[in-house]
């Protein structure tokens, strides 16, 4: 009878320990190899930082980089503000005509195929150009409104969700004690949300520099992202390049989360011995 939960002690780190090797195994070793000296990827030559100078050294790559995060910022901050707002309306409007219809448009990019947003909005492009004259040709505005029209439905998801679970007793307090109801969303409702919408800019950040397909379809020949410049390398032989701005990327994400999962565990002890100390009084 002892032996089961003995077989399960051993069972459950192992299992753990698999899957964290499985995932960060390739990073470790994809960090590993951007000092390799050798051209070729899979052949060790000795320690080197070459790489990272011939990385910085591209002009193509810094551009794309420069473009890729110019477009990331810019669509996850529109993307908040649309998201939040449509998130609101989800939540805290009553039943109104088109109510199934509004919910459903919002939600739909985060089904739909890549290929198949990408192609519409492609075309939606070229018959704007022809009947407007707007866009001229396809560039960073063009990408730019591409992403923001599918990160605003996961900025709409994580916001609704967190506006669910507000207690609204909060804000009818507020209001009853003569706070008008703007004031008590910039006051009250905002800063309670606020968690859930750093995430949604986090989350449609990533989404946007992460994105490939769709903006395969909507980029023109002054416009390229960082992703299209990898997948367009890798094709001719994965570069050491490569390697290099996976890691810097790597290393930069990796301190941005250890920086904010310090400042939300310090935020929580603050709160929790100021909680204590209300108890003690």
């Not at 609101?88 to 088109?98: A, D, N």
């Not at 192609?119 to 492009?125: A, I």
């Not at 520099?209 to 390398?233: E, Q």
């Amino acid at each position: 009878m002892n032996n089961i939960p003995v077989s399960r002690s051993w069972a459950r780190p192992l299992i753990l320990w698999l899957g964290f090797g499985f995932l960060y195994a390739p990073m470790l070793l994809l960090i590993v190899y951007s000092f390799n000296s050798s051209r070729l990827v899979t052949v060790w030559a000795g320690w080197s930082t070459k790489w990272y100078g011939e990385l910085l050294a591209d002009d193509m790559m810094m551009q794309a980089v420069g473009l890729s995060l110019t477009i990331a910022f810019f669509a996850a901050s529109t993307a908040v503000v649309l998201g939040t707002v449509a998130g609101f309306v989800l939540t805290r409007i009553g039943r109104f005509r088109g109510e199934n219809g509004f919910a459903f448009m919002i939600t739909a990019p985060l089904v739909m195929p890549e290929v198949i947003t990408g192609l519409s909005l492609l075309l939606l492009f070229v018959a704007m150009g022809d009947w407007l004259g707007w866009p001229a040709q396809r560039g960073m505005s063009t990408i730019w409104i591409a992403h923001v029209t599918f990160c605003t439905a996961y900025v709409a998801v994580v916001v609704s969700s967190r506006l669910r679970e507000l207690d609204r007793s909060l804000e009818e307090a507020a209001m009853d004690l003569g706070a008008r109801p703007l004031r008590v969303f910039f006051v009250i409702t905002l800063p309670i949300i606020a968690p859930a919408i750093i995430a949604g800019w986090l989350l449609a950040f990533t989404l946007s520099l992460d994105d490939l397909v769709i903006a395969s379809f909507v980029s023109g020949p002054n416009a390229t992202t960082l992703p299209m410049v990898v997948f367009s390398s890798v094709r001719l032989g994965v570069s050491p390049k490569i390697n290099a701005l996976a890691t810097i990327i790597i290393v930069i994400v990796s301190l941005v989360t250890f920086v904010g999962w310090w400042l939300m565990a310090r935020a929580e002890k603050r709160r929790a011995q100021e909680a204590a100390a209300a108890r003690a009084a």
